[in-house]
């Protein structure tokens, strides 16, 4: 059992070392750069002990995308968790939100980006996504029940507009000296009718 367990252990480790490597290329080189090949020199670990892991790049990038929904969700619950007045909660949500994706452009990209092998809204929705989208829904849920509309759809369509505003505003496609004014008409936007 024990020789089982060590195992198990170094697969995870190794696994780790995959992820983490393959986040850190992606950080500083851009997600073109993260090949198998790389990142087996960088782990150093054959290909053939990355394919045991994973299935190729796409599956890597799937598994830095969860584990970037797993700190997204814990830096909005953060974030949000001192306030108790609902503009203030979804301010500091869509403040970390942002802050996050220009940050971290890279992992945002994967999570938000790249086509990746993970569902979205469905049961089969890994928990940290679920953790994620719920920071959001606690977020609105005031808003949405004082408006009468769903509340998952609301949490989608503010989603969408962060998105929207960190994709635009990444590629350099925004004023930047307009940002707080955007965030602002966004959040009046969710606000009214509360």
Known sequence: MAVQQRRERERADRHRLIVKAARELAE?????????RRLAERVEYSQPVLYSHFKGKSAIVAAVAVEGFAELATALRQARAP???PRAALLALTDTYLDFAREQP?????????EIDVEFGSEATPEPLKAAFGEFLGA???LAAARGDDRETFAEVLWSALHGLATLTEGSRMRPHE???????LLDMAVSGA
């Open 28 to 36: 500083a080189e851009g997600w073109g750069a993260v090949t198998t």
């Open 83 to 85: 306030h108790h007045a």
């Open 106 to 114: 890279a992992l945002y990209a994967a999570m938000f980006v790249h």
């Open 140 to 142: 609105i849920e005031p």
């Open 179 to 185: 940002h707080r004014a955007r965030v602002d008409l």
